[in-house]
């Protein structure tokens, strides 16, 4: 039998991506040969207890920790840095630590006090999810044909970033190693300044007056329900993105306010050719997806 | 044999919507005895000869809409009241004149001063469609479901009103009689404003340095890639919505430019409250959708 990727994986929170990454474990005996869940709310560990997701589940996020090679930090954005700081002093030699945060620079940032020269840290960020949250919601298909970004410090070992590479091919996700500022930017624009759009327009049309407000609900076209799909997540999950990449996210947000701001003016001016350029050019990036295969 | 709703339909303009109606009237005869399509376009009248689609195909708007009991303009807004200053002199008297258009205040007020008394006026905006344009694009059960508004005027006599209700019915449509204006304003906000968001930030996107903008095609997460869903549509038939209903559109615009300059302030000055009271506020009009079963 050839050797696990990872001797004992730890994965601390099991909501909907660390239960994930824990039932694809369970069903592949090639990514660690002992899994612990840790999650401080005992009614959790109750939980994914009878979900079996894991060998070993606790509350001790310290005896989780240094049991394990692999600890997976699979906590809310804003608890990484506080959680590695906890369980780091802790961790074996060799081991390497790891998380699944959406944004990067200020956690990296935040950690970067706390490290050990013989803990690897390796910040990676899978893009799935879905507008649920907690051990319920997770399913072992969740990374299938999805993107890992990886984004290690100048001086992490390239053994530590192969071992967590092959963790997400082994998951069905695809890796692509990147600079941690690019990585903000990116989700900024790709993610985060569309979601924080989905929530304004919905606190929008909440503010309506009755009447409307309640038509809205019963005609919601294609272009409102869309909106709310994306702005169905989780609100601890988002505040911590929002406010730890805040830089990229106002960034993003005021160019694309401006972008708006011209589409009102062309509107107010009846300028009939930016308008036109406009909607062309969005389908012109959707073609692009499409030939990308990510739509 | 029970009488059919309308004796002779004719279609001008028989593209995604107008060849749907088309379909659907050949699959159920109770609709129509006869149908007509119009198109100036020799090649879409071609296209709708080959497919099969209408009884009686012409380039001629003036012989259709003579013949017609129901003439219903399924052309781009903006071209609505053109065709209707052309087409009301020949009318049959008695006959009913309706349209298909997104928007109302502006076709009404342009329709207005070419109405006759002996000819009823009933806007209709069936709230259906795909990103797809053209004969081809056109299904029979493109309204199954859907809602369509009805918005008469005053003066519109109700047995004309009923004609058209029940001829959406037939479509599988669900029909609500609402004022013109009350109408703008809600699909500005269902509809039209989510539209232009999405254009936006696919420019914003389109804007961005090189290599950026080639890793946001790859990483498009679902957020992005949902606004560009909505973003591929026919820019024609987006720049006529644009303008025609540009007072509403730049009302709600503004109400949600404040909503999200609200967000960009709390993300800012690290408001945690009123970033999370946001984003409940989005999954609560999500769970009304789906409690609505809109979603």
Redesign the interface.
């Known amino acids: 039998m050839t050797q696990p990727i990872v001797d004992t994986l730890c994965v601390i929170g099991p909501g909907l991506i660390g239960s994930s990454v824990l039932r694809r474990a369970r069903l592949d005996s090639a990514i660690a040969r002992e899994t612990i869940a840790v999650d401080r709310d005992e009614q959790v560990c109750a939980r994914v207890c009878e979900l079996d997701l894991a060998d070993i589940i606790t509350t001790d996020a310290l005896r989780g920790a240094a049991e394990a090679d692999v600890v997976m930090l699979c906590v809310p954005v804003g608890a990484i840095a506080t959680v590695a700081a906890e369980i780091l002093p802790v961790m074996k030699p060799g081991a390497i630590l790891t998380d699944v945060g959406s944004t990067r620079r200020s956690v990296v940032d935040a950690i970067a006090p706390h490290l050990r020269p013989d803990v690897a840290y390796v910040p990676a960020h899978p ?1 799935a ?1 879905t ?1 649920h949250s907690g051990p319920d919601a997770g399913f072992a298909t969740l990374f299938e044909n999805r ?1 890992c ?1 990886l984004t290690p410090l100048e001086n992490t070992s390239s053994k530590a970033i192969a071992t967590i590479e092959a963790l997400w091919h082994a998951m069905g996700a695809r890796t ?1 190693v ?1 600079d941690i500022d ?1 990585h903000d ?3 900024a ?20 007056a009755d009447e ?1 407000r309640s ?22 999950m ?2 911590d993105i ?2 730890n990449n ?1 830089e990229a ?2 960034e ?2 005021e ?3 401006q ?2 701001q ?3 003016t ?3 001016e ?1 300028d ?1 050719a930016t ?2 350029s ?12 499409i030939e ?1 295969r ?2």
């Open positions: 893009m999810g507008e993107w970004l692509r990147m690019h930017r990116i989700c624009i790709v993610s985060h300044v569309p979601h924080l759009l989905a929530f304004s327009i919905c606190h929008t049309a909440d503010t309506l409307l038509e809205v609900l019963d005609f919601a076209a294609s272009g409102f329900r869309d909106f709310t799909r994306i702005a169905a997540s989780d609100p601890i988002w505040r929002f406010l805040r996210i106002l993003m947000l160019r694309f306010a972008d708006a011209k589409m009102a062309a509107i107010r009846g009939e308008i036109v406009s909607v062309e050019r969005g389908r012109a990036i959707r073609r692009s997806l990308n990510q739509a």
